[in-house]
């Protein structure tokens, strides 16, 4: 197959640059809104700094900023949190995830089991598929890349003859480790999405470098599950 030019993809949210941001929804969740000087000083920075990380946040649909008119001269902003932003730091799942699963890993008639999983992963592609888009394969998983990166998973698409969904961290690794069965849900989420055939040709968990999802492939590959 020969490769065309790999785009470079967008780096994840630094932890640190993170952390900074959380300063900013912490202080605005102790008032309904605030203004850059009220922020800049109970975050100790500079106001430039302070709307540095503000562009950020309201680019992540996490703060929302309004007109406050003044009685004299030009009117100001004040900046609040949005409802998504109200929601930050409360849907660590992890535990209530595991619990979960390790139910799934539970039932023993392979049939049920399977139709279980199938509607997992159609639950998943279903949180998804607004933001999807894209005339072929290739362009729809260029689209589910973004919304990958936007969840810190390390991602890129290769195309080849067939393109390929290339990730080299998992969405959910602690769940992959305890039953591949993920890895399928995972799988049939990506081919709702899609809109075609997708082939799991390559695995974490198999010892390679990343996992990779072929799209346009006829036939589908899923990692065998632990007992």
């Not at 990166?149 to 890129?156: A, L, N």
């Not at 899609?194 to 968990?205: I, M």
Request: proline share 6%; aromatic share 4%.
């Amino acid at each position: 197959m020969t490769s065309a030019p790999i785009q470079p993809e967008p780096r994840p949210t630094p932890p640190e640059q993170r952390s900074t941001d959380s300063a900013v929804i912490e202080l605005l969740r102790l008032q309904d809104s605030l203004e850059i000087g009220d922020l800049a000083t109970g975050l100790g920075v500079t106001a430039t700094a302070v709307r540095q990380r503000l562009d950020r946040l309201m680019q992540a649909g996490i703060v929302d900023r309004i007109t406050v008119a003044k009685p004299r001269g030009r009117p100001s902003h004040a900046y609040s949190l949005t409802a998504a932003g109200r929601r930050v730091g409360g849907d660590n799942f992890k535990d209530l995830a595991l619990a979960l699963w390790d139910e799934v890993r539970r039932i023993r008639d392979p049939e049920v089991r399977s139709g279980f999983i199938g509607r997992i992963g159609s639950a998943m592609a279903a949180r998804y598929r607004d933001r999807v888009s894209g005339e072929g394969p290739g362009e729809r998983l260029e689209s589910i890349a973004v919304l990958f990166r936007e969840r810190d998973v390390s991602c890129s698409v290769e195309h080849h003859s067939l393109p390929v969904l290339v990730t080299r961290s998992c969405p959910y690794p602690d769940l992959a480790e305890a039953d591949r069965g993920i890895c399928a849900a995972e799988l049939l989420m990506l081919q709702e999405l899609v809109g075609s055939p997708v082939q799991l040709a390559d695995c974490r968990l198999d010892g390679t470098s990343a996992c990779r999802f072929v799209a346009g492939a006829e036939s589908s590959h899923t990692c065998t599950s632990k007992s």
